[in-house]
């Protein structure tokens, strides 16, 4: 809980520094587009009847939707942790995959980049903060006890998230890194042993740390960038 208290305030600061930073009028399109021309009340009550329409669907369909993937899985042969660890957030996050690669069609690669960027720091802060709560919420204690496959998985994310910083701190996003990711990634989901899992977590590291070294005057300004003084107009 103390740790989710930390990346809770760290989500806080990151919405008050976006919402504070200098932005770009969106291109709406569609849907978005019929929304943002509706008048002032009708556009922010009709957003937010989405968001609580999605809360109840979520809620009401969460345990159904996981209870028939693993019942499937178990069904074909394939390990539950399997799923559930990467079927059933494919499937969550498959908006945020449409929404960046529509971006990146349309000649706005960088803001296709900043969704997904937006969307792990959504889930590195805020999303890990809700384990531990629901987990309390549910009668357990004011820590998450974790397994040892956990640990790996969770390690192999972290790692992965590394390396995907140290290639984006130079703000350029090269092919042959982006082919890296995916080598790595379907690496680690056919390779499922223990020590399979920790080698690609090391060769994460390993590669972090040489894109680190080679960027390394980037870095202090990069950590000072989110802690200036916003420029005055």
Do not use: C
Not at 96 to 124: C, D, H, P, T, Y
Request: proline share 4%; hydrophobic share 60%; glycine share 10%.
């Amino acid at each position: 809980m103390l740790l989710g208290v930390v990346l809770l305030g760290l989500f806080v600061f990151y919405l008050w520094r976006v919402a504070k930073g200098d932005s770009e009028e969106p291109e709406l399109v569609g849907v978005p587009h019929a929304i943002g021309t509706l008048p002032t009340v009708a556009r922010r009550v009709t957003v937010i009847s989405i968001v609580v329409l999605a809360a109840v669907v979520i809620l009401l369909l969460a345990e159904q939707f996981a209870n028939s993937l693993i019942a499937g899985g178990r069904a074909a042969g394939i390990d539950d942790f399997l799923l559930v660890h990467w079927l059933a957030p494919l499937a969550s996050e498959a908006p945020e995959f449409v929404i960046a690669i529509i971006f990146a069609a349309r000649g706005k690669a960088a803001m296709g980049v900043g969704v997904l960027l937006a969307s792990k720091v959504n889930q590195w802060t805020a999303l890990v903060v809700t384990l531990p709560v629901a987990h309390l919420i549910g009668g357990g204690g004011w820590a998450l006890p974790l397994d040892g496959r956990q640990v790996e998985e969770f390690d192999l994310t972290a790692t992965q998230t590394l390396l995907g910083v140290a290639m984006l701190i130079g703000l350029r996003f090269s092919g042959r890194w982006a082919a890296a990711l995916v080598g790595l990634f379907a690496a680690s989901f056919v390779l499922t042993t223990t020590e399979a899992r920790w080698i690609i977590s090391g060769i994460y590291i390993v590669l972090a740390v040489a894109l680190l070294i080679g960027n390394s005057k980037l870095i202090p300004r990069t950590f000072a960038a989110p802690f200036r003084p916003f420029e005055r107009e």
